[in-house]
C-alpha cells in the first residue's frame, strides 16, 4: 500500500494556495523583498544585452535595427561613456543581486520551516484521540511532512520567484528577439513549449514516486533506527541481528534507487531530445541572421543581441519548465502537508461541549463493543459495569482479554462502535477530551519514560506543578521512587536517559542515567500521583516489574492513596487487587464474572482458580497434577 498521493488539478490548486498562504502569512516581508529581487534580477541580463548593442551600434556607428547607415567618423565619446558604465552597472547587480537573493530566500526558509513544523507540532497535539497514530496511512503521511513539508514550501516560493525572473527575462527578450525575427521567436518558444509539458508530465511521475518510495523509507529508518538506538542495542547483539537489519535496510535502500535511476533515465532522454531541438531552433536562427548580415540587412549591433536574446529567452524559458516542474512536484507532495494540518479531530468533540463535573455518582460502562479497525476481530464484546464514586474496580483477565483496551476507552482515547460510557450520567462523547483527562490520572501499561530530568518525568504529570519541587518530592515519595532518585549523581536533575547530559555542558554536566525497569515504573507512578486530587485514578499493571518488597511496599502506598477515591486498578497479581469493591474478570472482551474477592472465591470460578494458582505458586504446595487437572 502506497500513501495516497493528490488527484486532479482542483487538489493542487488547494495545495498550492496553501502554500503560497503559509509563506505569505510568515514574513511578507521577506516575500516582497525576494520579489524584488527576482524582478531586478530577471531584469539585468535583457537591460545588459540592449546596453552590449548600442555600445557596438555606437562604435559602428548604426543607429538602429533595420538601418545600415554608413560608419560615421567622429565617435558620441559622452553617450558610449554614459553606456559602458550602465553596462558596468548591470555587471556589478549581476553579481550583488542573486546575493542578495539568496539571502532573502534563506532568511525566508528558516522562518518557514519554524512555521511548518509548528503547524504540525500543533495539529498531531491537537488530536484527541490516538487511532490515528496506529493507521499506516497517515504514518506515510507524517513521514511526507517531515521529509518535505519545510523544503516544499520554501521551495516552491523560491521556484515561484525564480519563475517570476525567468518570466521577466522571457517578455523582455521575447520583445527583442521578435524585432529582429517573430519566426526564430515563435521556434523557440514552441521548443519550450514542449519542454515545459514535458517538465510537466516529469514532475507528476517524480511526486508519484516520491508517494510510492514513502513505505520503503518508513521501513528503512525503522531498521536503521533499530541500530542505532540504545534500547534496541542489547537485543541486537543478543540475537546477532546486525547483518540481518542491514541487509533488510539494503533492500529498501536499493529499492528505492532503483525506481529513482528509472525515472531519471526517463528524464534524461526527454530532456536531451527537448535540449537539442531548442538548441536546433537557436543555431538555425543563427544561421539565418549571419546569412541576412552577410547580405548587408541587419546592423552589426543587432547580432549581438540576437544571440543574446535567443540564449537569454531560451535559457529564460528552459528555467520556467524546470520551475514549473518543481512547482507541480512541490503542489503535490504538500499535499501530504496540507493533509496532515487540515485533518479534522479523530474524535468527534462536540462544538458546544458540556462542561466535565466532578464525579458525583458513578461512571457506566453500557454495553460496550470495540474493536481497532473494522478489518480486526472484536475486542470487547458488550462489556457492562458500573464504577461507583469513591470505590475501587479491578479489572483481571488473561492476556489480550481487553483490560488496557477498556482503560483506554475510559480515557476516551477511542470510541466505541456500540454502547457508550457515562460520566455521572452523561455520554462522556459530549465532553471536551481534554477536560475530561482533566479529572483523571493514570499510568498506562505501556508508560513513557521520557528523556528529561527525574524532576521532569515526574512533574509533566501535572505541568502546573512542573517547578514545585515539594509536590515532584511528595509524589516521588509515594509512589516509592524517591529514594532512589535520591541516590542518582544530581539527584532530581539528573537525565533519565545515557544519551543526553544532566545539567549544563562544560564542567557541571554529568552523564544521564538510565532507570531499571522497576525504577521507572515507580517514577511513571509518581507522575500519576503529581496530578493530586483527580476523580479517576487508572492503573495499569503498576507492579509488573517490582520487586516482591517493593511490590508490598506499593500495595500499601497505593492503598493510602487510593482511600476515598474513585479507581480502576489493572493487575495480574490477585493479591493487589484483592481489596477491590468490585473486581471484574473479563474473558474474550465480554465480563465473566464479577464480585468482590470473597464472593468470587466462594463462586468458585476463573478467578478463583487463577488466584489459587497463584497462591500455590508462591507456596509451592500445590502439585503441578492438580493444577493440570483444571
Ligand atoms: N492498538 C491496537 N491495535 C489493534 N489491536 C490492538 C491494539 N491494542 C490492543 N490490541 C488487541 O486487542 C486485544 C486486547 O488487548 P489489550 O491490550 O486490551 O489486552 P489486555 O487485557 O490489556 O492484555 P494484557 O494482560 O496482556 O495487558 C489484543 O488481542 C490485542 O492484540
Ligand atoms: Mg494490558
Known sequence: MTAAGPTGWRCRVRSARAAAAVVWSTSPLLVAGLAVTSVAAGLI????????????????????????????????????????????????????VPQAQQYVQANLRRAVRVVVYDRVYQAEASWPGISRFESPEFADKLQLTGQLAQTTASDLTASLLGMTQAVVTTVTFLISLCLLSPVLAAAIVGAACLAIWASLVNADKQAELTFQNVIRSRRQQSYSSLLSNAAAAAEVRLFGLGAFLRGRILVEMNAIS??????????????????????????????????????????????????????????????????????????????????????????????????????????????????????????????????????????????????????????????????????????????????????????????????????????????????????????????????????????????????????????????????????????AMARALIRANRDLLIVDEPMASLDAEAEHTTNQRLAQVRAGRTCVLISHR???????????????????????????????????YLFRLQAAGYRGALADDQVSAR
Not at 479497525?373 to 488473561?398: C, K, M, N
Not at 469493591?581 to 470473597?598: F, P, R, S
Request: hydrophobic share 45%; aromatic share 6%; net charge negative.
Open 574 to 608: 490477585l493479591p493487589t487487587i484483592r481489596a477491590a469493591d468490585n473486581i471484574v474478570v473479563l474473558a474474550d472482551g465480554a465480563v465473566a464474572e464479577q464480585g468482590t474477592h470473597d464472593e468470587l472465591i466462594a463462586a468458585d470460578g476463573g478467578y478463583a
Open 258 to 523: 532503483t525506481s529513482e535511476r528509472k525515472l531519471d533515465r526517463r528524464l534524461l532522454r526527454v530532456e536531451s531530445c527537448l535540449g537539442a531541438l531548442s538548441s536546433a531552433a537557436v543555431g538555425g536562427g543563427l544561421v539565418w541572421v549571419v546569412t541576412r548580415i552577410s547580405a548587408s540587412a541587419f546592423p552589426v549591433g543587432d547580432v549581438s543581441l540576437f544571440i543574446m536574446s535567443a540564449l537569454g529567452l531560451q535559457g529564460a524559458m528552459s528555467q520556467i519548465a524546470a520551475g514549473l516542474g518543481d512547482i507541480s512536484q512541490a503542489v503535490t507532495t504538500f499535499t501530504a502537508y496540507t493533509d496532515v494540518v487540515d485533518a479534522p479531530p479523530d474524535l468527534p468533540v462536540p462544538a458546544q461541549p458540556r462542561p466535565v463535573p466532578p464525579l458525583r455518582d458513578k461512571i457506566t460502562v453500557e454495553n460496550v463493543w470495540f474493536r481497532y479497525h473494522p478489518a480486526l476481530p472484536w475486542v470487547l464484546r458488550g462489556v457492562s459495569l458500573t464504577l461507583p464514586a469513591g470505590t475501587h474496580l479491578a479489572l483481571v483477565g488473561r492476556n489480550g482479554s481487553g483490560k488496557s483496551t477498556l482503560v483506554k476507552l475510559l480515557c476516551r482515547m477511542y470510541d466505541p462502535q456500540r454502547g457508550c460510557i457515562r460520566w455521572d450520567g452523561t455520554d462522556i462523547r459530549e465532553f471536551d477530551p481534554a477536560m475530561l483527562r482533566e479529572r483523571m490520572a493514570g499510568v498506562f501499561q505501556d508508560h513513557m519514560c521520557y528523556e528529561l530530568t527525574a524532576a521532569e518525568n515526574i512533574g509533566v504529570g501535572d505541568l502546573a506543578a512542573l517547578d514545585d519541587r515539594d509536590a515532584i518530592r511528595h509524589a516521588a515519595e509515594l509512589a516509592g521512587a524517591a529514594a532512589d532518585i535520591d541516590r542518582l549523581p544530581l539527584g532530581y536533575d539528573t537525565m533519565l536517559s545515557r544519551i543526553y547530559m544532566s545539567g549544563p555542558r562544560g564542567q557541571n554536566a554529568q552523564t544521564g542515567v538510565a532507570l531499571s525497569g522497576g525504577q521507572r515504573q515507580r517514577v
Open 45 to 96: 541580463l535583457p537591460a545588459s544585452a540592449w546596453l552590449q548593442r548600442e555600445v557596438v551600434d555606437t562604435l559602428v556607428g548604426a543607429h538602429g535595427p533595420g538601418q545600415h547607415v554608413p560608419v560615421q567618423h567622429g565617435l558620441d565619446s559622452k553617450l558610449l561613456l554614459a553606456l559602458v558604465v550602465a553596462l558596468g552597472v548591470t555587471g556589478i547587480a549581476a553579481a550583488a
